[in-house]
């Protein structure tokens, strides 16, 4: 049975007493609203990290901390760079990796990100894997064709166990941000398509990877997207800046 995941990129926002009375509301409503199983991931910037660790620690939930982004190396000299074992010895259980805004600005190229995978493992975390395809590739048909290469870069160099501790999260990258979200058809879809590659490359454990849509996922387009069979979570940017919208992004899981 595969995890039910919200997670929440705060992206390059907040300052610390922000980040802080942020996770409190968070950890204060899940608490008392959320009651079915789901797991809940915090993914601030990494200066935050540890006041957001404290705060969930102490209220021993069913919330995560990620980060959004590592290294690709282990650890070295690599000015303003973060390792996979800082964010790990940190409390950190969940690292996205891949994030189109990652690809698009910072030139993350593929092969960068088979290797913040690996070292995401090798640290006993889990990599939140983002794919999506531009509005141009969509428009010109070629959708199916860039996720599938952005899934076998990344991810295809992996033996079935390993896979098996992937989340990924499918978020078109004009979606992201603009208010236009993805038809639950079209997330659907690519949900279904993105788990027959897993299921060719991997067999049976592609049944248990967490798939997640991103983009422009709010509380009102939340429970349509979490219905669907393929679609088992979500990657939250802007409405996870607010706790309540969270929270109802959260309450609509089934
Ligand atoms: P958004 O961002 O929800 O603000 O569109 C999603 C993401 O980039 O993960």
Redesign the pocket.
Same mark, same amino acid.
């Given at each position: 049975m595969r995890r039910k995941i919200v997670a929440g990129?705060w992206?390059m926002n907040l300052v610390n007493t922000e980040a802080k009375q942020l996770t409190a509301e968070l950890v204060g409503m899940i608490k008392s609203e959320i009651r079915k199983p789901v797991t809940i991931v915090l993914a601030p910037p990494f200066v935050h990290l540890n006041a957001v660790a404290q705060l969930i620690d102490k209220n021993g939930s069913n919330i995560y901390l990620g980060a959004q982004n590592c290294s690709s190396h282990a650890s070295g000299a690599f000015t303003g760079e973060v390792s996979a074992a800082m964010i790990a010895a940190m409390g950190g259980a969940f690292v !996205?990796v891949g994030? +189109? =805004?990652r690809r698009q600005y910072f030139k993350e190229t593929d092969h960068d990100l088979a290797e913040k995978v690996n070292r995401v493992l090798e640290n006993n975390m889990q990599p939140i894997f983002?794919c999506g395809e531009s509005q141009a590739e969509r428009n010109g048909g070629r959708h199916f064709e860039v996720v599938n290469k952005q899934l076998e870069a990344g991810l295809f160099h992996l033996d079935a166990a390993a896979a098996g501790k992937l989340v990924i /999260?499918y =978020?078109p990258v004009w /979606? !992201? #941000?603009?208010g236009l979200t993805a038809t639950p058809e079209q997330a659907q879809e690519m949900h279904a398509h993105i788990r027959s590659l897993l299921q060719k490359r991997y067999g049976p454990v592609a049944q248990d990877i967490s798939i997640l849509y #991103? #983009? +422009?996922?709010?509380e009102q387009n939340a429970a349509s997207l979490f219905a669907l069979p393929d679609i088992d979570g979500g990657? !939250? &940017? &802007? /409405? +996870?800046l607010k706790s309540r919208s969270f929270v109802k992004i959260i309450s609509a899981l089934n």
């Open positions: 990129n992206k !996205i994030h +189109s =805004e983002c /999260a =978020e /979606a !992201i #941000g603009t #991103g #983009g +422009s996922c709010n990657l !939250i &940017g &802007g /409405a +996870s």
